[in-house]
């Protein structure tokens, strides 16, 4: 498995990696990064990190403080910093930056930023160089979990210099020029800390230091080895050689200086940045070969691997071992040091829906240790996360950890306490008192259910109650209540599964059969006017009743009853590639990005850059057209994804865009949680073989495929002819051969009957 989690890499695939075509260096982590406020193509930036690490590293070129650290078009770099920021949004928290000067020392970031250019940039998942042309330094930085090694080229000089900026919020540095080594913490967040954050780090360098100065938080320089305040940092000078190198080890801790001091021992400790950096693509050749695909377009390979390396980054390690090898972590929660593992910054908004069914299906190990950080959680909060960075944050909506917490547990995974997170997903589903407050004493509503009691009473969230987006908190609340439904069964607890299969069924409270849309309804009942379907927000989260009327995942078969019958639900399926793009964002008083994402792309109002839809072409499956999921699904691949650093059809957001892509790829998707079956689409490749983590291999083969042939003929799997529209994961997990024979005009007679639908609660079993 992983070096990051303490376990490593089985040497098998390590071999079979080093035989065959290197796919890390498919890997382009520029992909995104082409992206601003106004308008997201991922919204990424080139994290040079291991899969799952606690620290990443990323060139700056935007200002201290901007969600947007690293954009495409910028023309200047002012160093590279460790990075703990899941999306732009999020923002940064326990950042501090080293950059290479030379000549007149200079120190603030608009001041020491050097043009650079992508022609001497080189980003890969393991490694980051650079050329800073005003200094006529390159920068180079490869990554552990916990640590990193720099190493900067310097040209011959009198005046060469690294400047350590701590960042401002309260930050310390500390010169030893005596062991060549620097210490302090930075303190910088975005929320969702306790009083005593602090991310201590340790910089350890390989040459003497000819001046050493700090400098405080109004700028001023001086000879003192130590600095603390608001915004301080430090600078080591060098008399350098042309073509000589500084290398500098650093490592950083949430826990105290000492750990810190651990971690760069046990990550790093005696290599030389070479073997860093051969350990660091070693892991990532390693997890992506896990996933072997064969095919002669290179650009959907590139994407692919792309993808996948952003699926493995979050959720962020957030523990580390100590000295006498034990698993401890720093709580964001309560400020105190546990034992136990703790993973963050996720929003389970996002990476229920294809990112955790990843991780449950391929890296079931990793999934129940990130289960048990939940439990983590909830022992020292009192509450389950929902968007966690690196504590408690007050955005988005839903009780989305039930999904990924019962689809874990239904799935196989194993390695947690479930009854107490079956405890806490009940909690959520019964009571809103007592949640957690952010810095500024105000209730997290992100935490918990907002309005579950008139949801408990109503079975619905009102809309005429002062809580926003009410009708998509409603539908999230249902699918959450199915998976908490089928968990309680999986765990004996009858009643309990009889009441919540009950209630996720209450979608049905939002069907208006008027206009065939989900619409917010008031609390005497009556529906909230006026409706317009286009209209953004208001009583939905980011897209419009369009998008959330497909949020369903638990019952397709029971909205395709709802909207009269399957050829009415492939009509309404089909409206939303041919309703022109057009809406309303009076409710957010501006065209947020999003919107805009949907506008642009001549997919009519199908807004496939943020998550409440990316499931709705898979269910054209459940209503006997999946001839039209395979033609949607590819055209989405084809036209919205790219290796290139406008590749993202909209924000990434902690890998579910990416988990898209990944899964559709492979030829199929997992809409419903906890019931382990996938929705099958149009495999992109022409041949995948996967390492299964139970040890068996499973071929994907798509005879004939090709960009025009997007269409299933048939299906067998081990030789025996599969005529279902899902795949189930015993299939799956059993290996073998999926063999899929693919052409160019649709097949309307495979997999199109009733019986050949994946489940619904409302269709008999299956």
């Given at each position: 498995?992983?070096?990051?989690?303490?376990?490593?890499?089985?040497?098998?695939?390590?071999?079979?990696?080093?035989?065959?075509?290197?796919?890390?260096?498919?890997?382009?982590?520029?992909?995104?990064?082409?992206?601003?406020?106004?308008?997201?193509?991922?919204?990424?930036?080139?994290?040079?990190?291991?899969?799952?690490?606690?620290?990443?590293?990323?060139?700056?070129?935007?200002?201290?403080?901007?969600?947007?650290?690293?954009?495409?078009?910028?023309?200047?770099?002012?160093?590279?910093?460790?990075?703990?920021?899941?999306?732009?949004?999020?923002?940064?928290?326990?950042?501090?930056?080293?950059?290479?000067?030379?000549?007149?020392?200079?120190i603030k970031q608009d001041e020491r930023a050097s043009w650079f250019s992508h022609k001497a940039e080189e980003a890969k998942p393991y490694k980051y160089k650079v050329y800073f042309a005003d200094h006529d330094v390159t920068a180079e930085v490869v990554p552990t979990s916990r640590a990193a090694q720099f190493r900067f080229t310097f040209p011959e000089s009198d005046d060469a210099h690294i400047v350590l900026d701590a960042y401002n919020e309260g930050s310390m540095v500390n010169i030893d020029a005596k062991n060549r080594r620097i210490t302090g913490y930075a303190r910088n967040n975005s929320g969702g800390v306790p009083h005593n954050f602090h991310n201590f780090f340790v910089l350890q360098f390989d040459h003497d230091f000819t001046v050493t100065r700090t400098w405080d938080q109004n700028w001023k320089l001086s000879a003192s080895a130590k600095s603390e305040g608001a915004h301080v940092g430090a600078v080591v000078s060098f008399k350098t050689r042309r073509g000589e190198r500084v290398g500098v080890k650093v490592a950083s801790s949430f826990i105290s200086p000492e750990q810190a001091q651990q971690n760069l021992a046990q990550e790093v400790g005696r290599d030389s940045f070479s073997q860093t950096e051969a350990k660091a693509r070693a892991i990532w050749e390693g997890e992506l070969s896990r996933i072997r695909v064969t095919d002669p377009d290179i650009d959907a390979r590139r994407t692919f691997y792309s993808a996948l390396y952003r699926m493995l980054q979050f959720p962020r390690t957030f523990h580390e071992v100590d000295a006498k090898g034990q698993t401890v972590h720093y709580s964001p929660y309560d400020g105190k040091v546990h034992p136990g593992p703790m993973f963050t910054d996720n929003g389970f908004w996002d990476t229920w829906r294809a990112v955790f069914p990843f991780f449950a299906l391929m890296y079931p190990e990793v999934d129940g240790q990130i289960m048990q950080g939940l439990v983590n959680t909830y022992k020292e909060s009192g509450w389950l996360p929902e968007w966690a960075s690196p504590g408690h944050r007050n955005v988005m909506i839903g009780s989305n950890s039930a999904n990924l917490i019962a689809d874990a547990y239904l799935s196989g995974v194993r390695g947690f306490d479930v009854e107490t997170l079956y405890e806490?997903?009940?909690?959520?589903?019964?009571?809103?008192?007592?949640?957690?407050?952010?810095?500024?004493?105000?209730?997290?509503?992100?935490?918990?259910?907002?309005?579950?009691?008139?949801?408990?009473?109503?079975?619905?969230?009102?809309?005429?109650?002062?809580?926003?987006?009410?009708?998509?908190?409603?539908?999230?609340?249902?699918?959450?209540?199915?998976?908490?439904?089928?968990?309680?069964?999986?765990?004996?607890?009858?009643?309990?599964?009889?009441?919540?299969?009950?209630?996720?069924?209450?979608?049905?409270?939002?069907?208006?059969?008027?206009?065939?849309?989900?619409?917010?309804?008031?609390?005497?009942?009556?529906?909230?006017?006026?409706?317009?379907?286009?209209?953004?927000?208001?009583?939905?989260?980011?897209?419009?009743?369009?998008?959330?009327?497909?949020?369903?995942?638990?019952?397709?078969?029971?909205?395709?009853?709802?909207?009269?019958?399957?050829?009415?639900?492939?009509?309404?399926?089909?409206?939303?590639?041919?309703?022109?793009?057009?809406?309303?964002?009076?409710?957010?008083?501006?065209?947020?990005?999003e919107i805009r994402e949907m506008q642009i792309v001549n997919m009519g109002n199908y807004a496939h850059g943020n998550q409440p839809i990316q499931h709705m072409i898979y269910l054209y499956n459940w209503a006997g057209a999946p001839w039209k999921a395979q033609y949607h699904v590819r055209n989405v691949m084809k036209k919205l994804y790219a290796p290139t650093p406008d590749g993202y059809p909209g924000d990434e957001d902690n890998g579910q865009t990416s988990a898209w892509y990944v899964f559709s790829a492979l030829g199929f998707y997992p809409v419903t949680p906890t019931v382990g079956q996938y929705a099958i689409g149009s495999p992109l490749f022409r041949n995948v073989e996967m390492t299964l983590p139970n040890g068996k291999r499973l071929s994907i083969e798509a005879t004939n495929n090709g960009p025009d042939n997007v269409y299933i003929q048939s299906v067998t799997i081990n030789g025996k002819r599969h005529d279902k529209s899902w795949l189930s994961r015993e299939q799956l997990m059993g290996g073998g051969k999926i063999r899929f024979v693919m052409g160019s005009k649709s097949n309307t007679a495979w997999a199109s009957s009733k019986a050949a639908a994946p489940f619904s609660m409302s269709a008999p079993a299956k």
């Open positions: 498995m992983l070096v990051t989690l303490g376990l490593a890499t089985p040497a098998p695939l390590l071999a079979q990696a080093a035989q065959r075509e290197a796919l890390v260096d498919l890997v382009n982590p520029l992909m995104g990064t082409d992206s601003d406020y106004t308008l997201s193509y991922g919204n990424t930036y080139p994290a040079v990190a291991v899969p799952w690490g606690m620290n990443f590293w990323s060139p700056v070129t935007g200002k201290m403080g901007s969600g947007w650290g690293y954009t495409y078009d910028a023309n200047k770099i002012s160093g590279i910093k460790q990075t703990h920021q899941p999306s732009p949004w999020m923002n940064d928290y326990a950042a501090f930056e080293l950059m290479a000067v030379t000549g007149p020392l200079r806490a997903m009940v909690k959520n589903a019964t009571t809103s008192q007592g949640r957690p407050r952010d810095e500024r004493g105000r209730v997290v509503n992100a935490v918990g259910r907002e309005g579950v009691e008139y949801y408990n009473k109503l079975g619905y969230v009102p809309y005429d109650v002062g809580i926003n987006e009410n009708a998509a908190r409603t539908l999230e609340y249902a699918t959450a209540d199915f998976s908490l439904s089928r968990l309680a069964a999986a765990l004996g607890k009858t009643e309990d599964a009889a009441k919540y299969a009950q209630q996720a069924q209450n979608y049905r409270k939002l069907y208006d059969p008027q206009s065939g849309w989900m619409r917010g309804r008031n609390q005497d009942g009556s529906w909230a006017t006026p409706f317009n379907s286009l209209k953004w927000g208001d009583a939905f989260t980011e897209g419009n009743s369009l998008h959330y009327s497909w949020s369903v995942m638990q019952d397709v078969q029971g909205l395709i009853d709802l909207m009269g019958g399957e050829a009415k639900f492939v009509e309404r399926l089909d409206s939303i590639f041919y309703t022109p793009p057009l809406f309303d964002d009076s409710y957010y008083g501006q065209t947020i990005h």
